[in-house]
């Protein structure tokens, strides 16, 4: 397991931290940030992977979530699925789903939502609130702890996998500047 731990001044530094985070989701290593703000409708090839995204209410999931959209080229609206439970994002070659697990009484509930479905190597997904679907979402390839501290957010990003270790050694080659 490894780990990288980073404190984020503001939301515009997590907006930025997300679309960081996007360019180590994809499977081409050498993508560079300005060749990769691409349109939803390009061949974004997206690294399949399951994320967990903990942390309490208003501690920043969505707004990472925004900006793991954005570093991806995506330019439309990205909500909370508080209400929806699940938002898709479709691109050319894979699929980025957004999961918002908090209003699920039971764990077991996941299954009537038809998950299985998505979780696809080919696809990402970002998961809120994932220890309300403990044994029935797969584990995690990578775990982001955020926790607000003042008007920031400190930020642990935790590999799990082999897959999570590749986004944490990426992460950690970018230099983090922020």
């Not at 360019?23 to 090839?45: A, C, I, M, Y």
């Not at 208003?58 to 439309?76: D, E, N, P, W």
């Not at 764990?107 to 939502?113: G, S, W």
């Not at 797969?138 to 955020?146: R, T």
């Amino acid at each position: 397991m490894s780990a990288l731990n980073l404190f984020l001044n503001d939301e515009e530094a997590t907006l930025s931290f997300g679309r960081e985070l996007a360019l180590g989701l994809t499977t081409n290593n050498e993508t560079s940030k300005k060749s990769f703000e691409l349109s939803k409708t390009q061949d974004v090839e997206i690294l399949g992977a399951v994320v967990y995204l903990a942390g309490d209410l208003g501690a920043g999931k969505t707004t990472l979530t925004r900006g793991i959209m954005r570093g991806f080229g995506y330019k439309g609206a990205v909500k909370s699925p508080t209400y929806t439970i699940i938002e898709p994002y479709e691109f050319v070659k894979s699929h980025i789903y957004h999961f918002d697990l908090y209003r699920l009484a039971h764990a077991e509930e996941v299954e009537f939502l038809g998950a299985d479905e998505y979780f696809s190597s080919k696809n990402l997904c970002l998961i809120e609130w994932p220890e309300r679907g403990q044994g029935f979402i797969p584990s995690a390839d990578l775990v982001i702890e955020l926790a607000q501290k003042g008007n920031g957010r400190s930020v642990s990003c935790m590999s799990h996998t082999e897959k999570g270790l590749k986004i944490v050694k990426r992460l950690t080659e970018r230099g983090r500047n922020l």
